[in-house]
């Protein structure tokens, strides 16, 4: 029981983490991007990032689940019912949410950050950096909310997942599977470990989220 427990939940943080950090190298560029250019439907790519706040995990594990089964455009990667699967799904669910907030965070900073940077003669990228730097505090914000999503996601990861002892088993899915077992007081140990691993994380980027107020 105990070696399993630690599975489980070493699985949990490398999938989460994991999917987390491949949201973030994509959401926070982009989302930055957005926020600093104008381009040619910008407006209708916002109200698609803020729709897709809200979209189901049900049918982000379905969508995942037809690409990579053996009759899909990626079944050849094999990657269906692993731990790579589950990544996948979880980065579908959360680049939008990471991309969303840090458009939000980056727009809020003051234009004449920007104007000075130019005016100290700055290229666009540096332009881009100076701005971000300025906003990070919201960009850590992005990315504490979509790991909260990654890790409390369940629907997505068990479509895609399969919920397979020793392989792909996570703590969101293995409390549905004790819950249903009627294992009600191990199932709150899971949900337990599940709130201690995300408040571990919360406090560790608020710290930096702090620090950078100050």
Do not use: C
Not at 163 to 180: F, P, S
């Amino acid at each position: 029981m105990a070696s399993e427990l630690l599975y489980v939940t070493a699985l949990t943080l490398a999938v989460s983490g994991t999917a987390t950090l491949i949201a973030s190298l994509i959401g926070v560029p982009l989302g930055s991007r957005l926020a600093l250019r104008e381009t040619v439907g910008g407006r209708a790519i916002k109200v698609f990032l803020y729709t897709m706040y809200g979209f189901p995990p049900v049918l982000a594990g379905l969508i995942v689940y037809l690409m990579l089964s053996n009759d899909g455009p990626l079944g050849f990667l094999d990657l269906l019912f692993t731990p790579g699967a589950m990544i996948v799904a979880q980065v579908l669910l959360i680049t939008p949410i990471v991309m969303g907030l840090t458009l939000s965070a980056v727009s809020e900073v003051g234009p004449e950050v920007k104007d000075t940077a130019k005016t100290l003669g700055a290229d666009e990228r540096q332009i881009s950096r100076t701005v971000l730097r300025g906003a990070r505090v919201g960009v850590i914000t992005a990315v504490m909310v979509g790991f909260g999503r990654a890790i409390a996601e369940v629907g997505a990861v068990i479509i895609v997942g399969g919920n397979i002892q020793w392989h792909t088993r996570v703590l969101t899915t293995a409390i549905v599977l004790e819950t249903r077992r009627g294992n009600f007081e191990y199932a709150v140990v899971l949900g337990a470990i599940l709130l201690v691993i995300a408040l571990s994380v919360y406090l560790v980027l608020s710290y930096y989220q702090e620090r950078d107020r100050r």
